[in-house]
Structure formats: structure tokens, C-alpha cells
């Protein structure tokens, strides 16, 4: 089955990275082909590929972290831990959205049943100086994953973000919740908050430890969504 998704977020460090790698290893496991692009990344450090969501990604695909691979799975690569455009202006760069927009196409026509791409911190990320994350996703005319987190003060950053991806006409796939560390809210109360206000599908990860982390059984219901699509 053909699944073509772009896995977005609330904000930075919510679990995009997490989610799209282990929705990879659990789609290899059930037998799919897929890859997984993250084409825009800041904060990268070429010394340290395992530590980036390059590299985490590759792992999720058991492609080792080559030149030709790193290149293919994140074409645009920058050093400062900052949003696209302000990292590309501290290297006197800056991102071509319309080249960043036909590799995303061109990803999209894969041959593979799963193409995801996951974008870069939250929904309205500057990329340029005229365009966000949301434009991105708006042009590719695929369907969105919005992962948010469980932490207090989420269910007005995902309000908001669902609100933004409307406006743009972007159909939202599913929102997945991904336990936040230490929240003082839990992961079902956040869920069931959630659900007065969207009828879209609702997951929730709740927080591994380092070790089994692979194995989110949760994304399994996704693939299935999908599958019966
Ligand atoms: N459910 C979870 N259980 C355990 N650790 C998690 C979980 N979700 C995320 N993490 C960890 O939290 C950190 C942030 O997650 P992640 O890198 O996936 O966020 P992100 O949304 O991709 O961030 P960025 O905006 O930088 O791309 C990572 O170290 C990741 O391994
Ligand atoms: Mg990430």
C-alpha cells in the first residue's frame, strides 16, 4: 500500500525524529520498502552523524551513514542548532524553496510503498525569509502526521497548529501524542482533552527507555489506517 506522509509537530524536540524512525522499523518489519527523508537539517555536526535525526533515520532503514546516503536522506544540511533560514544565513546560504520543493516531490514518486518526511521543528518553522514549514507541506499536497507531546500547555500548541495546517488546506492524517518527559499531565488525560476538540485519529506513545524504544507497537494502528484507506 502506498503511503506517502510528511510527519510535522507542534515545536522542536517533541518526537518527530522518535516517531518517523520507529514507523520505519515497523513498516520494514511487516515487510514494506520505505524511506525516510528529513531534507532540511540544522544543527548538524558531520563528526557526530549517529547523534542527528540524519543518522537515526539511516539506523531506522539499516543504511550505513555514507557520504551518498547522507546526501540522499538530508540534502540540505546546516551547522547552527537554529531555524533553516537563520542557520543558512550564519553560512551565507540560503534554502531554494523550489528546489527543496521538487526533491520532496521527486521523494514522493519513489518507488517505495512508504515515503515519510519529516519536516523541521514545529509547523511554522521559517525555511526562507517568505516561507515556513507550512508552505513546504502545502506544496507537496500530501497528507500530515502532527505529533505533539504530553505537556502542560500542549493541547493550546496543538489547537494552534491544527488551526495553521487547516488554513493552508494541509489534511491531517492523525495526531500522535508522544509521552513528554516528566509532564505533569498524563498521556491519557492529554488524549481525552484532545478528542472534545478534533475527531481525528489520536495515538499515544508513551516514553521508552533508551532500550526498547525500537519497538512502538502504538504506530502498528497507522499502518493499518492506512492499509485500509
Ligand atoms: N516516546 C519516547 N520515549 C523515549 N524517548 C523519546 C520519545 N520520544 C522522543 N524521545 C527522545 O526525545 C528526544 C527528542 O525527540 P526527537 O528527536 O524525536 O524530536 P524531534 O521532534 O524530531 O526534534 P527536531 O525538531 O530536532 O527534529 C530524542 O532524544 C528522542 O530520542
Ligand atoms: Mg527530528
Request: net charge negative; hydrophobic share 40%; aromatic share 6%.
Amino acid at each position: 500500500m502506498n503511503m506517502r506522509t510528511f510527519i510535522t509537530s507542534t515545536g522542536t524536540s517533541i518526537g518527530k525524529s522518535f516517531m518517523t524512525a520507529a514507523l520505519a522499523r515497523q513498516a520494514r518489519a511487516l515487510g514494506r520498502s520505505v524511506t525516510a527523508y528529513k531534507p532540511l537539517i540544522s544543527g548538524f555536526d558531520p563528526a557526530h552523524i549517529e547523534d542527528s535525526d540524519t543518522g537515526l533515520l539511516l539506523q531506522s532503514m539499516d543504511m550505513p551513514p555514507t557520504r551518498e546516503n547522507i546526501e540522499r536522506v538530508s540534502p540540505w544540511r546546516f551547522t547552527a542548532p537554529l531555524a533553516p533560514s537563520m542557520a543558512a544565513k550564519l553560512e551565507q546560504r540560503e534554502v531554494d524553496f523550489d528546489e527543496l520543493v521538487s526533491h520532496s516531490r521527486s521523494a514522493i514518486k519513489g518507488k517505495e510503498d512508504i515515503v515519510l518526511i519529516e519536516g523541521v521543528g514545529g509547523v511554522m518553522v521559517p525555511i526562507t525569509d517568505r516561507h515556513t514549514v507550512l508552505d513546504w507541506i502545502a506544496a507537496l499536497d500530501i497528507q500530515a502526521i502532527l505529533v505533539a507531546g504530553s505537556y502542560l500547555g500542549t493541547i493550546s500548541h496543538t489547537l494552534t497548529a491544527l488551526t495553521a495546517l487547516k488554513q493552508k488546506k494541509i489534511s491531517v492524517q492523525s495526531i500522535v501524542v508522544n509521552e513528554s518527559e516528566g509532564s505533569t499531565v498524563s498521556l491519557p488525560d492529554t488524549i481525552e482533552e484532545l478528542r472534545h476538540w478534533t475527531e481525528l485519529p489520536i495515538i499515544g506513545i508513551t516514553r521508552r527507555s533508551d532500550s526498547d524504544y525500537r519497538d512502538v507497537k502504538e504506530l502498528q494502528s497507522l499502518l493499518a489506517f492506512k492499509e485500509a484507506a
